[in-house]
């Protein structure tokens, strides 16, 4: 029996669909331990619709306490996925600071202001490779700057199924190996099968890689309705069980615990 958990969860508070309290029932019918949510919070943009200010994550966390001291048959995390760009660190690290998180995602979405996930067109005439190589880097950063737990959708990039002409496969190692370095989860994020590239994150063929570089892992669905809590969820664990994983990890106030994966 696999403890199941599912800490990328958006609700009404970001750009999610439904309230907390709606993820609740879903998520126990899915057979989850743990669910967390993970609003979006964004420091280096004004007011963007689908992402949280830092002054709107205090009533959010609060809420998202009082839902998990209420809720019995599951337990309820608190999270945030936070936008990373180079050059934020401080900002990030000084709300993290006063923030009381169960675990902190680290994100990117944006290239300077190239926004990787707001439709193709914004791909236009642009050099697929220099993408993927400024993509891979800023992730990388990302690791390395020791602010966050857990590294979402690792390999965004390939959203719509824009691909480097040479071999990716050096962009994971480099990752797996910043990963391990600096002790940070990545997820295996199932939302990526309802965008158009049609399959998780990141790229199955390279889940070996991680787990070759000791890289912690969780299992993730990114929902942004209670109908998407736990999606998928079965195929990844039998991918992590092909790349031969054994545990998963699990966080409480900021601190990973690893579970055995049977
Ligand atoms: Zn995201
Ligand atoms: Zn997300």
């Given at each position: 029996?696999?403890?199941?958990?599912?800490?990328?969860?958006?609700?009404?508070?970001?750009?999610?669909?439904?309230?907390?309290?709606?993820?609740?029932?879903?998520?126990?019918?899915?057979?989850?331990?743990?669910?967390?949510?993970?609003?979006?919070?964004?420091?280096?943009?004004?007011?963007?619709?689908?992402?949280?200010?830092?002054?709107?994550?205090?009533?959010?966390?609060?809420?998202?306490?009082?839902?998990?001291?209420?809720?019995?048959?599951?337990?309820?995390?608190?999270?945030?996925?936070?936008?990373y760009?180079?050059?934020?660190?401080?900002?990030?690290?000084?709300?993290?600071?006063?923030?009381?998180?169960?675990?902190?995602?680290g994100?990117v979405?944006?290239?300077?202001?190239?926004?990787?996930?707001?439709?193709?067109?914004?791909?236009?005439?642009?050099?697929?490779?220099?993408?993927?190589?400024?993509y891979f880097e800023n992730v990388i950063a990302s690791a390395?700057?020791?602010?966050?737990?857990?590294i979402?959708?690792c390999d965004?990039?390939?959203?719509?199924?824009?691909?480097?002409?040479?071999?990716?496969?050096?962009?994971?190692?480099?990752l797996?190996?910043?990963?391990?370095?600096?002790?940070?989860?990545?997820?295996?994020?199932?939302?990526?099968?309802?965008?158009?590239?049609?399959?998780?994150?990141?790229?199955?063929?390279?889940?070996?890689?991680?787990?070759?570089?000791?890289?912690?892992?969780?299992?993730?669905?990114?929902?942004?309705?209670?109908?998407?809590?736990?999606?998928?969820?079965?195929?990844?664990?039998?991918?992590?069980?092909?790349?031969?994983?054994?545990?998963?990890?699990?966080?409480?106030?900021?601190?990973?615990?690893?579970?055995?994966?049977?």
């Amino acid at each position: 029996m696999i403890y199941s958990t599912d800490y990328h969860l958006h609700s009404t508070f970001s750009d999610g669909k439904a309230a907390p309290e709606d993820y609740i029932t879903p998520a126990v019918e899915a057979g989850l331990k743990e669910i967390g949510f993970s609003e979006h919070l964004t420091l280096f943009l004004k007011d963007p619709d689908w992402s949280m200010s830092a002054e709107e994550t205090g009533p959010y966390l609060e809420y998202i306490r009082r839902l998990s001291s209420k809720t019995k048959n599951i337990r309820v995390r608190t999270g945030l996925e936070i936008d990373y760009l180079p050059g934020m660190e401080d900002e990030i690290s000084s709300f993290l600071e006063g923030a009381e998180l169960d675990y902190a995602i680290g994100s990117v979405h944006y290239l300077g202001d190239f926004p990787v996930d707001m439709g193709p067109e914004s791909y236009d005439g642009k050099n697929i490779d220099i993408l993927w190589e400024n993509y891979f880097e800023n992730v990388i950063a990302s690791a390395a700057s020791g602010l966050f737990d857990i590294i979402a959708h690792c390999d965004l990039i390939r959203i719509y199924g824009f691909i480097p002409s040479g071999d990716p496969e050096p962009y994971y190692r480099r990752l797996a190996k910043c990963l391990s370095l600096h002790d940070v989860a990545f997820e295996i994020n199932t939302n990526g099968r309802n965008r158009p590239v049609g399959d998780f994150y990141p790229d199955r063929r390279f889940l070996r890689i991680f787990r070759e570089e000791n890289v912690p892992v969780c299992v993730n669905s990114d929902g942004h309705m209670p109908s998407r809590v736990g999606q998928y969820f079965e195929e990844a664990y039998n991918l992590l069980r092909e790349a031969g994983y054994t545990e998963m990890a699990v966080f409480n106030k900021r601190e990973r615990y690893m579970i055995p994966f049977i």
